[in-house]
């Protein structure tokens, strides 16, 4: 599951968890990204934090662990890349899932090499009931699994912005992260 994990949060963790057990994985690798080609002009918090706050919220559970390897990575974060060296590492006889929103679905078209992505590994999108795509390219569709998870209206854009208000954040993240938020005074500026 890739992102920027700018911070990690509630919505995230439940649908890792919802899919793990669905699709019976083994293992979710939490990617956090550290260059992503999207988001370029937007400030970003930095990696250590994000990664750091992906490895708190992970602790409880055996089945998720977190990656660094977009973060070792120099250049912009490609999906690709990264899929290609989990390959690399796990061989050909491992399933990849590659686990994202449904809103990063579609846009999965301007996303580098997104053919050969596709091909690489299964899709899982996950939605909210209720939920419908639109605009989406037909062959982006047959290769994209969609899975309804748990509604969950929290994003961290949300956050970062309640941070800056001094709105209340709990329950909304775990806790062990909102801590780490407010030790290091992450978010306290304007974006
Ligand atoms: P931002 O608000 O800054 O865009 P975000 O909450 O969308 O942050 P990202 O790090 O951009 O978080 O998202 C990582 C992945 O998690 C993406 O694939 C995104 O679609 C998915 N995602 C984000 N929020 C949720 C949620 N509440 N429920 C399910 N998936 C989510
Ligand atoms: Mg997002």
Same mark, same amino acid.
């Given at each position: 599951m890739g992102g920027t994990f700018d911070p990690v949060h509630h919505g995230h963790l439940v649908t890792a968890e919802e899919v793990r057990d669905y699709f019976d994985m083994q293992e979710v690798v939490f990617v956090p990204s550290a260059r992503p080609p999207h988001k370029t002009g937007q400030r970003i918090t930095s990696t250590h934090h994000r990664y750091l706050m992906a490895v708190l919220s992970t602790i #409880? /559970?055996?089945?998720f662990t977190v990656s660094t390897v977009e973060i070792d990575r120099k250049g912009p974060s490609y999906s690709i890349d990264t899929v290609r060296h989990f390959r690399t590492q796990w061989g050909e006889d491992t399933e990849i899932y590659f686990i994202t929103g449904a809103d990063a679905v579609s846009q999965? #078209?301007?996303? /580098?090499n997104f053919r050969e992505l596709l091909s690489m590994c299964t899709f899982i999108a996950a939605t909210r009931p209720g939920f419908k795509f639109s605009g989406i390219e037909e062959e982006v569709e047959r290769n994209v699994q969609t899975m309804e998870v748990s509604a969950l209206a929290i994003s961290s854009s949300e956050i970062r912005r309640r941070v800056r208000r001094g709105e209340t954040i709990k329950y909304l993240l775990p806790e062990a992260v909102e801590s780490y938020i407010y030790k290091n005074g992450l978010y306290r500026e304007p974006e």
């Open positions: #409880s /559970n055996p089945y999965i #078209s301007t996303w /580098n």
